[in-house]
């Protein structure tokens, strides 16, 4: 069955250190991964995406995440949290058969000072 | 866990005609649905946010009046697409918050407008 894990619903780290929210798939096929940030009473804000290409992908914020095919797994990382990074990040993959999206439960993220 | 359905998952219309997406939350009273479209490859992109028996507040250069909400209940919100064209093709999300904050969503619905 198609899914996306979160396995973390919540991450804290201090400000300045690095992050990690984690995020693992089970998809048929190759699968398009995408990060999201949701700020307290907003909507979601794209973070970033993985498609093809470099396993690495950059993106807004000074974010980044890593596709690792073998474990299943688009990590989002960041070298450097901001207290204003504190949100809920949700991870997100797009069934190919059916262009239906799967979402992660989310994770919040708390920086603290 | 909560559960958010989206109906239909996907349609084709004709070019002119409307059609309607209903954003349903199953077991869980949703005091604000957001609805959002993601174009093939592209990330979501927002256009309104709706809280149940006001007006919905739409994103800058979303159309009002081509993309009608309305959340009429707190298990129900819906979209019509107005007088749709093929540009209007896309893949429509909508999520719902519960009182408690929590956000899911619905697995989407592609439009084709021909």
């Known amino acids: 069955a198609q899914s996306v894990a979160q396995p973390e619903d919540q991450v804290n780290v201090a400000e300045g250190n690095p992050l990690t929210v984690k995020c693992t798939y089970s998809v048929s096929g190759n699968p398009y991964l995408f990060w999201y940030v949701q700020y307290p009473n907003r909507g979601l804000q794209f973070l970033l995406k993985y498609i093809t290409g470099d396993n690495l992908v950059k993106g807004s914020y000074g974010f980044e995440a890593e596709f690792n095919k073998s474990q299943t797994s688009f990590h989002l990382k960041k070298p450097s949290a901001l207290v204003s990074d504190s949100a809920l990040y949700f991870c997100a993959v797009r069934d190919m058969s059916n262009y239906q999206l799967i979402w992660g439960a989310g994770t919040k993220l708390i920086i603290k000072p | 866990g909560a559960v958010v359905s989206q109906h239909p998952s996907w349609v084709i219309c004709k070019s002119g005609t409307s059609v309607k997406i209903e954003c349903r939350s199953l077991?869980?009273?949703?005091?604000?649905m957001f609805w959002y479209r993601q174009f093939p490859k592209q990330s979501l992109m927002l256009m309104a946010t709706s809280n149940e028996g006001s007006k919905a507040t739409y994103e800058q250069g979303v159309e009002k009046d081509k993309f009608l909400i309305n959340h009429a209940s707190l298990t129900l919100s819906t979209l019509t697409v107005t007088s749709a064209h093929p540009e209007d093709s896309s893949f429509y999300i909508c999520?719902?918050?519960?009182?408690?904050?929590?956000?899911?969503f619905g697995p989407g619905t592609r439009l084709t407008v021909t």
């Open positions: 077991d869980f009273q949703a005091t604000t």
């Open positions: 999520s719902a918050r519960g009182t408690g904050g929590e956000q899911y």
